[in-house]
C-alpha cells in the first residue's frame, strides 16, 4: 500500500494564516483539511453592549482588505432594524466608494497575488522585471480604487467618513468630477488587464458549484438586491438564516458555512457573475467573450479573468456615477434607535458578507451574527481541494503542493475576515 | 557596494490592513523593491527567506501561546523591530477581550470554544519583546511607514510625529469640532499622524492612532462629561482601537 502526506506550512500570497493537510492512499485522496490558524479575535462578541453606531467602524476592522463591505452590510443591518431607508442620493454614493473597494482588492489580488501563480513567479516585484508596464499599470488602477475611497471615505483602509444613514461630509462635487478621467483610463487599464491575463496557460478543471449571490432585476449587484442561487434560491436578505448556517470544525477557526439541507455552496466572482451575467454593461460583457468567458464560468483559475471584468464594470460604474453625483442632502438620514432586529447583506469583492444585529431601544447592541464570505467559501475551497489534488495525483509532492496553492489563491481567501485559514501537509504514507 | 537591507514583515491577530500600507505606496513599492532585499512577506510573496533580518515589521497583537513563541524568535534573528498599527502597539479592538470575561467571549461566537487555541488576553508586541520603534495607527499612514523604511536605509532617526491630532487639525485649518460644535473628540489627546481626517469631515477623533504620550486624558473627559457624555459613553469612546495602550486602559476604567 503507497501513502503519501503533503503539508503545506505556510500558505502565502493571501490576506491571513492557514495550512492544508492532504492524504493520499494507493492513489486516492482520503482526507483533505484546510486549516484557518488566524487566532479568533471574537468581533460578534465585543460588540454586545457597544453603541449601533460604532458597528460599521468596529466590524470595519475584520478586514483591511473589505473594511468597506464590512461597513456597508453594517450600516444596511442597523437601517434595516430601525426602518430608515436612505436617499438615492446616499445609495448611489454608497455603490460608488463601494466600487474602489471592488477595484483595489480584486487588482491587488488579480495582478499582484494571483498573477505570479500563472507565471511562475514569486511576486509581482518579479514580474516588474519581466513585465514592467503591466504591474505599473495595475498598481496605478489599484491607486485609483484607493482614491475613490480616499476622496468618498476619508481614508483608504478603514474609512472615516461612513456612518449609519449616510456619510459625516457629502464629497465636494468638485473632487468627485476630479476622479472622472482617471476612471475614464480605469475602463480602458482593467480591460487591457483583462487580455493580458487571458493569455495565461490556466490549469484544466470544472467545479460542480451552487453559486449563490445577491441578485438584482435591474443592476449588477454591489450593495442591493435579494439573495438567489443558481438553483433558483430567491430569499429576502432577512431570510438569510433560514437557509444557510454555519458549524465549527475542530480543525479550523474558520466557522463553515453551509445550507441548511447540508449542501456546501460557492460565494464570490464565480458566483457573482453567473447569476447576474445578464446584468453587466455591454462594453464587460465583451470584454469576458474575448477573454473566452462564457456566461457560466466553472474553471476557478479563471476566476483572475472574472475578478478584471468585474473592475473594468466597476469603473464603468464609478465613472456613471461620478458623471451624475448630486451632494446628498442631507448626507446622511435621520437614525432614531428602534428595539430591533435588522439584516444587511452585501458583495464584498469575495462574495456576499451578511450581518444581522439585534438592538435594544437605546441603540445598544445586544447580538451581532456575522457572515464573511471566506467561512461560507471553506466547504467549497476543500471540495475543490480534494478535486484538484485527485486530478494531479500523479505530480511530485512540490507540483502537487504548488497546484493546491493556487487552488486555495483562486478563491482570494480572506483569512482574516473567516475566523470566525493554511500550512499543506500531504500524508501519501 | 553594501548588502541591501533585509525587511521581513510578520502578522499576528490583525486585519491585515497595515502591511496593506506597503503595497498602498505604488511605484515607490518598486523602488523600494530595488533599495531593500524583501526577504520575508508572505502577503506579497512566495519567496521567504530565513533571518537574520536587518529590519521586522510586525503587524498585529499577540493571542496565543504560539504567537509568543513566535514573536521571541522574530525578535532574535531582527536587528531592528518595528511595531506597525494598533494592534501590534496597543492591543487592537480585539483587546476588548481583556475586560470581559473571555470564556463567554469565545463561547458568543463558536459553538465549541475548548477546542480553540487563544490566551485570554490580546496584548501588543512590547508586552513580550524589545520593540525598537511604534508606530501607530489604525491603520498606519503609508508615509510613516516609508519615512521610517528611509530613515533607516539613510541611517537618520525617523520623523514623526509627538503632538496631538490638534495640531495637524490647526494647520489644515479644520473648524474645531469639540469648540465649534460640541462634538466629543479625542483630537487633544491623541498622537498625530493621519492628518486629523475625521475632523476634516466634521466628526470627532476616535483615537485611532492611540494616545499621545503625556497628555491627561481626565481634563478631557471632564469636559466631555459636561458636553453631556455618561460615563458609560466615555469608557466606551477610550475603550476602542487602541484599548490596551496604558493611558486608554486606566482612563476607561476611571469611568466605569
Redesign the interface.
Known sequence: MSERTITLDALTRVEGEGTLDLTIRDGKVTQCAFRIFEPPRYFEALLRGRAASEAPDITARICGICPVAYVMSACQAIEAGWGVTVSPEIHALRRMVYCGEWIQSHVLHAAMLHAPDFLGLNDAIEIARVAPDTVRTALRLKALGSRLMEVIGGRAVHPVNTRLGGFFRAPDPAAIAALIPDLEWGVGAARSLALDFARFDFPVDNGDYLFVSLVHPETYPILEGRIGSSDGLDIPVDAFHDHFCEDQVAHSTALHGRMRDGRRYLVGPLARYANNYVQLSETAKETAALCGLDPVERNPFRSILIRMVETQYACEEALRLARGYVPPQPAAMEMRPVASVGEGCTEAPRGICHHRYRTDDSGIILEATIVPPTSQNQPQIEADLARVAQANVDLDDDALRHRCEQTIRNYDPCISCATHFLKLKVDRG | MTAPLRLAVW???????????L??S??L??EL?EAVE?AH????????REGPWDLSLVEGSI??AE?IARIRHIRENSRLLVAIGACATAG???A??NV?DAG???A?????PE????LET?TPVSDHVAVDLELQG??ISSAQLLEVITALLSGRKPQLPVEPVCFECKRAGHPCVLVANGTPCLGPVTTAG?GA??P????GC?G?FGPLPGAVPAVLSQRLAELGLHRA?LT?LYR??AAAAPANAEEAARHE
Request: aromatic share 10%; net charge negative.
Open positions: 502578522k499576528f491577530a490583525s486585519c491585515d490592513g497595515c502591511q496593506l500600507a503595497l498602498e505604488g511605484d513599492l518598486l523593491a524583501i512577506f508572505a502577503e506579497a510573496s512566495s519567496s521567504m493571542t496565543t504567537d487592537g479592538i480585539q476588548l477581550r470581559a463567554a467571549f469565545a458568543a461566537v463558536y459553538p465549541h477546542i480553540l487555541d487563544a490580546s489604525c491603520p493621519c481626517l475625521c476634516a469631515v466634521g466628526r476616535y485611532c459613553e466606551a476602542s482601537f
